[in-house]
């Protein structure tokens, strides 16, 4: 971490950003990376409260696990998935996943630690339902990888167009580019933008109010 945030603060603004933020809360969360793509699936589209009960509802149908191991998910009958909140769509996402798991193309949270970003990347999105920007997220929050800069997500642009004082975002591409300069720390450069987006936000609601 100590690392991570001398070699930020070479950039004077990230320097500042940091300032205010604090210590880096980055964690990542000891799950398998089947259990954080159905998670994923669960989250996409809603708001976290709505997804959180959906998800309570799914694990209620597997009493006595932590997390529903891919097989009886798919002995589960449609009906009963449909009936803690998922679409079709999402249970076909997620039944794509557990076999996919099944068959090894979705790693074990081990076998993870043998392939690159650029791997997992190109693995986990051939699944169904599976973007880019989900497997990032996976990358950053459930595997700690530190060099993940996910430029397709809104906070992340964001946080650099508030840092910077510009009238709008910086496009995915560019700021890939105007990235490079945070590696190998860019997880933590990710993490940092957000903070500066939520602020951001908060300031101005608060203005509002």
Do not use: N
């Not at 990032?136 to 997500?153: A, K, Q, S, W």
């Not at 004082?165 to 700021?175: E, F, S, T, V």
């Amino acid at each position: 971490m100590r690392e991570a945030v001398t070699h930020l603060s070479r950039d004077p603004a990230m320097a500042a950003l940091i300032a205010r933020a604090g210590r880096c809360r980055l964690k990542p969360v000891q799950r398998s990376p089947y259990e954080a793509l159905v998670r994923a699936i669960a989250h996409q589209q809603l708001h976290a409260r709505a997804a959180e009960a959906i998800l309570g509802r799914f694990l209620a149908l597997y009493p006595g696990t932590e997390f529903p191991p891919p097989e009886a998910v798919l002995s589960t009958p449609d009906p009963a998935l449909r009936a803690t909140g998922f679409s079709m769509s999402k249970i076909a996402a997620i039944r794509d996943i557990c076999g996919r798991t099944l068959d090894g193309t979705v790693p074990t949270r081990r076998a993870a630690t043998r392939l690159t970003d650029a791997q997992l990347i190109e693995r986990l999105t051939s699944l169904r339902g599976v973007g880019q920007w989900t497997v990032e997220m996976l990358l950053i929050f459930t595997l700690g990888r530190p060099d993940v800069l996910p430029v397709d997500d809104f906070g992340v642009r964001e946080g650099y167009r508030v840092l910077h004082g510009l009238a709008i975002q910086p496009r995915p591409k560019d700021l890939a580019t105007l990235g490079e300069a945070w590696a190998p720390w860019r997880s933590y450069a990710a993490w940092y933008l957000w903070r500066a987006a939520e602020a951001a936000k908060q300031a101005g609601a608060q203005s509002r109010a």
